[in-house]
């Protein structure tokens, strides 16, 4: 396994858990930045903030987890990709409603392009609107 894929996986695992930009800052190069074509985290632009972003989502949906698919590297383009599933139930506080109980099943994949061995930039590719409806959210 190369390094650039050991510390995409950590990174993926701090953040998919929740561990916010403390756990994950190390992977990353100072700036780090982020994108999204996804109404619910268009205007965040640092890997910094979406990780506490994520950290936060744990809030209303305490039990959230990820279900891995794929995880792969493209050594020439210095990227790695990663595809899940997230999965959750809107239990605690915190949303923009009060708890639904209902649950999230949500496919998405992460774009992590490397420079110098950490990720200098991160897209997320997800549909927040199917998101949303899911959780009675939209």
């Excluded at 074509?37 to 949906?61: C, H, R």
């Excluded at 020439?76 to 595809?83: G, K, L, M, Y």
């Excluded at 809107?90 to 990720?119: H, N, R, S, W």
Aim: some cysteine.
């Amino acid at each position: 396994m190369s390094n650039i894929l050991k510390e995409a996986r950590q990174f993926f695992e701090a953040c998919e858990t929740g561990k916010g930009w403390e756990a994950c800052k190390s992977y990353c190069q100072p700036g780090a930045t982020f994108s999204a074509q996804s109404g619910a985290i268009a205007d965040i632009e640092s890997v910094e903030d979406y990780t506490e972003w994520m950290k936060n989502l744990f809030t209303p949906i305490p039990d959230g987890h990820y279900e891995l698919k794929s995880f792969s590297e493209d050594e020439e383009n210095q990227c790695v990709t990663a595809f899940a599933v997230f999965h959750g139930t809107q239990t605690g506080p915190g949303g923009p409603v009060d708890p639904t109980g209902k649950t999230i099943c949500a496919d998405y994949v992460y774009a992590m392009q490397f420079e110098g061995g950490l990720i200098q930039h991160m897209t997320k590719i997800w549909n927040d609107t199917i998101s949303l409806e899911q959780l009675g959210w939209a």
